[in-house]
């Protein structure tokens, strides 16, 4: 089983800038990509950024050049660092973990309770 525990979320003003990170433990072999989702209020869960074991990024097109994920593959943590934030921002963000299962080496897929971020205008 894989724990993913995040910290970061909260009240931001428009304009500002916050941080999420995700912290993944439990029986995992391998970690292929760690990233965040985000889900607001009557919207699809929509993939922000994510970033693979050997360092490949990727973003949604509305964060590009505002947000930038990385990662320690030897912490097993994720961080999201998120600035010039718009009251669109504003959801609930999901840290997420693909990797293999230890010893069985199956995919797996987690996912944490995910941190708020609310954006003021």
Do not use: H
């Not at 433990?25 to 919207?43: L, N, T």
């Not at 505002?66 to 320690?72: A, C």
């Not at 600035?83 to 230890?102: F, M, N, Q, W």
């Amino acid at each position: 089983q894989v724990q993913l525990v995040e910290s970061g979320g909260g009240l931001v003003q428009a304009g500002g800038s916050l941080r999420l990170s995700c912290a993944a433990s439990g029986r995992i072999s391998r970690i292929i990509a760690m990233g965040w989702y985000r889900q607001a209020p009557g919207k699809q869960r929509e993939l922000v950024a994510s970033i693979t074991s050997s360092g490949s990024e990727s973003y949604t097109d509305s964060v590009k050049g505002r947000f930038t994920i990385s990662r320690d593959n030897a912490k097993n943590t994720v961080w999201l660092q998120a600035k010039t934030l718009k009251p669109e921002d504003a959801a609930v963000y999901y840290c997420y973990l693909r990797g293999l299962e230890y010893e069985s080496l199956r995919f797996l897929d987690s996912w944490g309770q995910g941190p708020e971020v609310t954006v003021s205008s």
